[in-house]
């Protein structure tokens, strides 16, 4: 079985913090990037960071650029995605996926996913 699970998810209030995980198991992700993906309601899912599995290189949505950093714990088999400075419009449920790729921002490119966890912003 290869699962992708996200925890951390909550309620935090605008310029807060959150740390979300992401653990996999069922095989090694060796070659894969690791993104994190949100989807509000009523909107498309789209991207928010991705980082390499093997290199350590990242990229940000420009929406999450300078507030969210994606790390990872390969011993632990596990993905990270820290927030800072949170706003009510980043309300939405985060969804980590699996790519066989060496980075990628589109939705179509990744093979696995999490079953999401909800991060709620107050005002």
């Known amino acids: 079985q290869v699962q992708l699970v996200e925890s951390g998810g909550g309620l935090v209030q605008a310029g807060g913090s959150l740390r979300l995980s992401c653990a996999a198991s069922?095989?090694?992700?060796?070659?894969?990037?690791m993104g994190w993906f949100r989807q509000a309601p009523g909107k498309e899912r789209e991207f928010a960071a991705v980082?390499?599995?093997?290199?350590?290189?990242?990229y940000y949505a420009d929406s999450v650029k300078g507030r969210f950093t994606i790390s990872r714990d390969n011993a632990k088999n596990t993905v990270y995605l820290q927030m800072n400075s949170l706003k009510p419009e980043d309300t939405a449920v985060y969804y980590c996926?699996?790519?066989?790729?060496?980075?990628?921002?589109?939705?179509?490119?990744?093979?696995?996913w999490g079953q999401g966890t909800q991060v709620t912003v107050s005002s």
């Open positions: 996926a699996a790519a066989p790729v060496y980075v990628s921002t589109v939705v179509a490119a990744y093979d696995y």
């Open positions: 069922g095989r090694t992700f060796s070659g894969y990037a």
């Open positions: 980082i390499s599995w093997n290199a350590g290189n990242t």
